[in-house]
């Protein structure tokens, strides 16, 4: 029976009025790689920002290993370094190289020496390929490149789960197959992630489980195999028809 | 009295320009940033304190906060000329840099703060290692403007008697009635000070320049 | 919360003025005594009476005067040079023990300061530049020209209350200038056709200028000069008084008048 790292029970997020995702139950568990897919506006962003507490759920638990990350009396900063997050935009800190980056949560956080520090972001940034441009500053950066600094960033504190919101979507085609690249070796070495993306052929190849959400809830979810060969529901099957059509060729031409 | 003579007489007055700039200007800035800190990250109540603040000392003339400062406020206080009129124009100004540092901090926040924070950073540290150190290099235009109004605000430390350009070229102008000489001189100082300023502060935006491409 | 929060504020601030005006009921003349020194205010802008000489010290009638009072009080002196209009507040506020300006007593300024008994006298005069077509014979007749004046001296006040108030001189012909020196530009630039001013500075000025003359002068608004004191201070002003009359009786203010009014 495999370990669960992460489990939801329950969870909603309103803002006012407008119910963003309600009564939501999730487990992911260690090594598994779980992509959420959806139409835009489905609340896929809102649930992750609230695993890593940078959102406030109005109801609902989250547990972290064996930890009630949503509890009253728990600790914002120290859970959240366990969680890794990359973002659509990168969100590279613009006034650091890209070592600078990768240090900063290290020296600040982990409270390393600067020699360990720069050792350990040498070692993430050589991980996802960049150890050449350590010291390149996010603007002389390429956006592909941008990305794989920002997973370095979020792999060099050792979080227990990453958490990746749409990694790809604000990048150029060309540059979308060298992050992918990265995630997929991540996968691989048995890195427990939980994907928001529209990257079909990715989502086929490396989850574990796809997680189908619509409208605050979730539809269905399963293996590739079920989800894209024998779907429980229409909605499904109708939403990985359009996504197909309109990302698939993207994805054979990177590949 | 020969030109040499004139001259250096209204530019000795400079010293004291520079110096209530030199006092007006950093006590500006350390109580502008803290009170900027406050606006953006301090909740509603601090926001809106810092807001009554701003609104106050940038609608009260500068000259009229160093008459209350240095005729009312100060009765019976042995606080001289020079430091009343410093504190007073660091007061104005820690008003306006106050909104500088803020409108910095605004255009910096948000998702910088959002990704130092998902790194495990605290809020503290997430402002001063992430968006403070953008924020600064953001603010030195405006903040080059702030300077050159405070070099140029200096000259009202003269309805004190405080002893600088100004009133130095009142003063000689009215008793060798070359008024006129006497004001340019003034203006030529004051001109060099702020340009020198300006250009120096240029330099340094220039040298934190963050690296990119175009 | 916000309500609580001004009334702190509004508490501090009355707080404050309380502990600032605390009145000093022991004399300035013990404060001078103890310190063994004089602060005196003055705009050192207005010669002949007080004005830098090429060195950068003060000098003047009023100078003069002013150190041999020091002297004779047995106290060393010390020039605080203020623009005019800060002059009265200072006084007012401690921050001098007396000022000598060329003031004219005034009902206004008597409510916050007091006047020493006055040391010289002076008159009142218009001056005109040698383009001037017009006439004055008698004061009033410079209601008919546009007329120059240094803002918040007697003579803005005697031409606000006898030429602007009875509706003789339009608001708008009257311009009033910080410094008689400016206003001396504009007249010879013509913006004003006549400067209305103390006869003694006038002089001065048309010394300086052979452009100027004077057309009329006369005793009008202003009267006698005299040394601004602390209000309501009898222990100062007695001593200064006592001064006054004795430099008058030993002709000592005759010969400064010599000395700077040349006429």
Same mark, same amino acid.
């Given at each position: 029976m495999p370990e669960p790292i992460l489990t939801i029970k329950n969870l909603t997020k309103k803002y006012g009025e407008n119910v963003?995702?309600?009564h939501l139950d999730l487990t992911v568990n260690e090594g598994d790689t779980i992509v959420i897919i959806g139409?835009? +506006?489905?609340g896929k962003s809102t649930l992750l920002r609230c695993i890593n507490l940078l959102t406030r759920p109005d109801e609902g638990q989250i547990w972290l290993d064996d930890m009630e990350?949503?509890?009253?009396?728990?600790d914002e900063d120290q859970v959240r370094q366990h969680i890794g997050m990359v973002f659509q935009n990168f969100?590279?800190?613009?006034?650091?190289?890209a070592l600078g980056n990768v240090k900063l949560g290290l020296s600040?956080?982990?409270?390393?020496s600067d020699e360990a520090a720069t050792e350990k972001a040498m070692h993430e940034l050589a991980r996802v390929g960049l150890a050449d441009r350590a010291d390149h500053y996010p603007g002389q950066l390429s956006g592909g490149q941008q990305q794989r600094v920002g997973i370095a960033r979020a792999l060099a504190m050792d979080p227990r789960i990453m958490l990746f919101d749409?990694?790809?979507? &604000?990048?150029?085609p060309e540059l979308i197959g060298e992050v992918l690249e990265v995630m997929r070796q991540l996968a691989l070495d048995g890195m427990t992630m939980l994907v928001v993306t529209h990257e079909m052929g990715f989502a086929r190849e490396v989850a574990d489980r796809i997680v189908f959400m619509e409208k605050g809830y979730i539809v269905e979810e399963g293996s590739p195999d079920e989800m894209f060969n024998?779907?429980?529901f229409p909605r499904t099957r109708e939403f990985l028809w359009k996504i197909t059509e309109l990302y698939g060729k993207k994805e054979t031409d990177t590949n | 009295m020969d030109f040499g003579q004139f001259i250096s007489y209204i530019a000795s007055g400079t010293v004291y320009t520079v110096g209530v700039t030199l006092i007006a200007l950093p006590s500006g800035l350390l109580i502008g940033t803290i009170l900027a800190l406050l606006y953006v990250y301090g909740g509603k109540a601090a926001a809106r304190v810092m807001n009554l603040y701003s609104t106050v000392f940038r609608g009260i003339p500068p000259l009229v906060l160093l008459f209350i400062l240095f005729? &009312?406020?100060?009765? +019976?206080?042995?606080?001289?000329a020079f430091w009343a009129g410093s504190l007073s124009l660091g007061i104005v100004s820690s008003a306006y840099q106050m909104e500088i540092v803020r409108g910095a901090l605004l255009s910096v926040s948000g998702d910088q703060l959002m990704a130092a924070r998902a790194i495990g950073m605290s809020r503290l540290q997430s402002i001063r290692y992430v968006v403070l150190p953008q924020a600064v290099r953001l603010a030195i235009p405006p903040w080059s403007n702030e300077a050159a109004i405070v070099i140029k605000d200096s000259s009202l430390v003269y309805a004190l008697g405080v002893p600088e350009i100004l009133r130095r070229a009142q003063l000689i102008g009215a008793s060798s009635q070359r008024y006129l000489l006497a004001y340019l001189s003034a203006a030529v100082i004051y001109f060099l000070l702020v340009f020198g300023t300006t250009r120096l502060l240029a330099v340094l935006e220039k040298k934190l320049t963050i690296p990119s491409n175009p | 919360m916000k309500k609580r929060f001004l009334l702190l504020v509004a508490l501090v601030l009355v707080a404050a003025m309380l502990v600032g005006c605390t009145?000093?009921?022991?004399?300035v003349l013990d404060k001078i005594n103890q310190a063994g020194k004089v602060v005196v205010g003055t705009s &050192?802008?207005?010669?002949?009476y007080e004005y830098i000489d090429e060195a950068g010290n003060k000098t003047g009638f009023d100078i003069d005067l002013m150190t041999e009072i020091a002297k004779r009080m047995g106290v060393e002196l010390e020039w605080v040079d203020m623009p005019f209009d800060s002059l009265v507040a200072a006084v007012d506020s401690g921050k001098l023990d007396m000022s000598i300006s060329c003031f004219n007593y005034d009902e206004e300024r008597d409510k916050t300061v007091d006047f020493s008994e006055a040391y010289y006298t002076t008159e009142d005069a218009f001056v005109v530049t040698s383009a001037f077509a017009g006439t004055i014979?008698?004061?009033?007749? &410079?209601?008919n020209y546009k007329v120059g004046v240094q803002s918040g001296t007697v003579q803005d006040g005697w031409l606000t209350d006898n030429l602007v108030t009875p509706g003789?001189?339009?608001?708008?012909s009257l311009s009033r200038y910080e410094r008689v020196d400016q206003a001396a530009l504009d007249l010879a630039n013509g913006r004003i056709d006549v400067l209305m001013g103390d006869y003694v500075p006038i002089q001065a000025l048309v010394a300086q200028n052979p452009d100027l003359q004077v057309v009329y002068h006369g005793e009008l608004s202003t009267g006698p000069i005299n040394i601004v004191l602390p209000d309501g201070d009898a222990a100062l002003k007695a001593e200064v008084d006592r001064i006054i009359k004795e430099l008058q009786a030993e002709g000592f203010i005759d010969q400064l008048a010599v000395k700077y009014f040349s006429e």
């Amino acid at each position: 029976m495999p370990e669960p790292i992460l489990t939801i029970k329950n969870l909603t997020k309103k803002y006012g009025e407008n119910v963003i995702f309600q009564h939501l139950d999730l487990t992911v568990n260690e090594g598994d790689t779980i992509v959420i897919i959806g139409p835009s +506006g489905t609340g896929k962003s809102t649930l992750l920002r609230c695993i890593n507490l940078l959102t406030r759920p109005d109801e609902g638990q989250i547990w972290l290993d064996d930890m009630e990350i949503t509890a009253k009396d728990c600790d914002e900063d120290q859970v959240r370094q366990h969680i890794g997050m990359v973002f659509q935009n990168f969100l590279l800190f613009n006034h650091l190289t890209a070592l600078g980056n990768v240090k900063l949560g290290l020296s600040k956080v982990k409270k390393m020496s600067d020699e360990a520090a720069t050792e350990k972001a040498m070692h993430e940034l050589a991980r996802v390929g960049l150890a050449d441009r350590a010291d390149h500053y996010p603007g002389q950066l390429s956006g592909g490149q941008q990305q794989r600094v920002g997973i370095a960033r979020a792999l060099a504190m050792d979080p227990r789960i990453m958490l990746f919101d749409e990694p790809t979507s &604000a990048l150029d085609p060309e540059l979308i197959g060298e992050v992918l690249e990265v995630m997929r070796q991540l996968a691989l070495d048995g890195m427990t992630m939980l994907v928001v993306t529209h990257e079909m052929g990715f989502a086929r190849e490396v989850a574990d489980r796809i997680v189908f959400m619509e409208k605050g809830y979730i539809v269905e979810e399963g293996s590739p195999d079920e989800m894209f060969n024998h779907p429980k529901f229409p909605r499904t099957r109708e939403f990985l028809w359009k996504i197909t059509e309109l990302y698939g060729k993207k994805e054979t031409d990177t590949n | 009295m020969d030109f040499g003579q004139f001259i250096s007489y209204i530019a000795s007055g400079t010293v004291y320009t520079v110096g209530v700039t030199l006092i007006a200007l950093p006590s500006g800035l350390l109580i502008g940033t803290i009170l900027a800190l406050l606006y953006v990250y301090g909740g509603k109540a601090a926001a809106r304190v810092m807001n009554l603040y701003s609104t106050v000392f940038r609608g009260i003339p500068p000259l009229v906060l160093l008459f209350i400062l240095f005729f &009312a406020v100060t009765r +019976g206080i042995n606080l001289s000329a020079f430091w009343a009129g410093s504190l007073s124009l660091g007061i104005v100004s820690s008003a306006y840099q106050m909104e500088i540092v803020r409108g910095a901090l605004l255009s910096v926040s948000g998702d910088q703060l959002m990704a130092a924070r998902a790194i495990g950073m605290s809020r503290l540290q997430s402002i001063r290692y992430v968006v403070l150190p953008q924020a600064v290099r953001l603010a030195i235009p405006p903040w080059s403007n702030e300077a050159a109004i405070v070099i140029k605000d200096s000259s009202l430390v003269y309805a004190l008697g405080v002893p600088e350009i100004l009133r130095r070229a009142q003063l000689i102008g009215a008793s060798s009635q070359r008024y006129l000489l006497a004001y340019l001189s003034a203006a030529v100082i004051y001109f060099l000070l702020v340009f020198g300023t300006t250009r120096l502060l240029a330099v340094l935006e220039k040298k934190l320049t963050i690296p990119s491409n175009p | 919360m916000k309500k609580r929060f001004l009334l702190l504020v509004a508490l501090v601030l009355v707080a404050a003025m309380l502990v600032g005006c605390t009145t000093e009921t022991d004399s300035v003349l013990d404060k001078i005594n103890q310190a063994g020194k004089v602060v005196v205010g003055t705009s &050192a802008d207005y010669p002949p009476y007080e004005y830098i000489d090429e060195a950068g010290n003060k000098t003047g009638f009023d100078i003069d005067l002013m150190t041999e009072i020091a002297k004779r009080m047995g106290v060393e002196l010390e020039w605080v040079d203020m623009p005019f209009d800060s002059l009265v507040a200072a006084v007012d506020s401690g921050k001098l023990d007396m000022s000598i300006s060329c003031f004219n007593y005034d009902e206004e300024r008597d409510k916050t300061v007091d006047f020493s008994e006055a040391y010289y006298t002076t008159e009142d005069a218009f001056v005109v530049t040698s383009a001037f077509a017009g006439t004055i014979t008698v004061p009033e007749d &410079a209601a008919n020209y546009k007329v120059g004046v240094q803002s918040g001296t007697v003579q803005d006040g005697w031409l606000t209350d006898n030429l602007v108030t009875p509706g003789l001189l339009p608001e708008a012909s009257l311009s009033r200038y910080e410094r008689v020196d400016q206003a001396a530009l504009d007249l010879a630039n013509g913006r004003i056709d006549v400067l209305m001013g103390d006869y003694v500075p006038i002089q001065a000025l048309v010394a300086q200028n052979p452009d100027l003359q004077v057309v009329y002068h006369g005793e009008l608004s202003t009267g006698p000069i005299n040394i601004v004191l602390p209000d309501g201070d009898a222990a100062l002003k007695a001593e200064v008084d006592r001064i006054i009359k004795e430099l008058q009786a030993e002709g000592f203010i005759d010969q400064l008048a010599v000395k700077y009014f040349s006429e």
